[in-house]
């Protein structure tokens, strides 16, 4: 198949491969901007295959083998399952959520430890088969009043807070901006009521000191799967009777809970 074969098919919807994959060149559905569909049943994927493209549905043949760079990077692909024994470069799938990238019920889990080795997935967040639950447990949906906290929109994190609640469900976003880190809540008064806080599952950092003395602080409920809870962060919370991670933690740093 040519370079740009199908260059000037702006209508074409749906393509079905049943010749081995790599027969086709990276840019054969250049230009197809109405291009949803798309199976594949065998061979190799080349790289940047459908790169930017408007697929939204990939269906994958159990003798598709491999799958190259980029191949369907930042693309609106949804429910995709692999083969088992395929291989997939690091960023076959960029821009795609993970929950949306799955393997067949059929892998084993030495498929699973490899496929996500190699597409660098999380650690809170491994390649999982088609009928396995989710690997996070979502925050509930509860009202928070986005104003009452300080907000780096450009790093996404938060750097204070000037509520007087009780109970506080930090935000999953703010201004539509994911919440990914928590540097502090800040000094008393603003936290000398907290005694409830929850944080939602797009938080993966808390920094040093983030809730020091906040001593009426009594259950701390994190749905956020944390790379880090920084050195000292609830130092002093005198108060702190429950402290549950939802989604898991990898490192506690020292000082931790001190006091």
């Excluded at 159990?62 to 960023?91: D, M």
């Excluded at 019920?105 to 190699?118: P, Q, V």
């Excluded at 928070?144 to 780096?152: A, I, P, R, V, Y």
């Excluded at 808390?206 to 409920?221: M, P, V, Y």
Aim: glycine share 8%; proline share 6%.
């Amino acid at each position: 198949v040519g370079s740009k074969a199908f260059d000037d098919c702006p209508q074409l919807e749906s393509v079905t491969i049943l010749c081995d994959a790599d027969a086709l060149p990276p840019d054969a559905f250049k230009g197809c901007i109405n291009l949803k569909s798309i199976t594949i049943r065998k061979g190799s994927i080349p790289d940047n295959f459908l790169k930017d493209s408007t697929i939204e549905t990939l269906v994958l043949g159990e003798e598709v083998t491999s799958i190259g760079k980029n191949a369907f990077a930042n693309t609106a692909v949804t429910n995709v399952v692999l083969p088992a024994e395929a291989e997939v470069s690091q960023n076959a799938f960029s821009g795609v959520p993970y929950e949306e990238i799955r393997i067949a019920d059929d892998a084993e889990d030495r498929h699973i430890d490899a496929l996500s080795k190699a597409m660098n997935r999380p650690w809170y967040y491994p390649l999982q088969r088609v009928s396995d639950p989710p690997a996070l447990q979502p925050m509930p949906e509860i009202k928070t009043d986005e104003g009452n906290f300080l907000f780096l929109k450009e790093t996404g994190t938060i750097i204070g807070y000037t509520g007087d609640e009780a109970v506080v469900a930090v935000p999953k976003q703010i201004g539509g901006v994911d919440v990914k880190t928590i540097d502090t809540l800040g000094d008393y008064p603003s936290t000398g009521m907290l005694r409830t806080l929850l944080i939602p599952e797009s938080v993966t950092g808390i920094g040093a000191n983030a809730f020091t003395n906040c001593t009426n602080l009594e259950t701390f409920l994190c749905y956020g799967p944390l790379d880090i809870l920084g050195d000292g962060a609830f130092r002093n919370c005198t108060a702190l009777k429950t402290a549950i991670f939802v989604n898991g933690i990898y490192q506690i740093d020292a000082y931790a809970f001190d006091g």
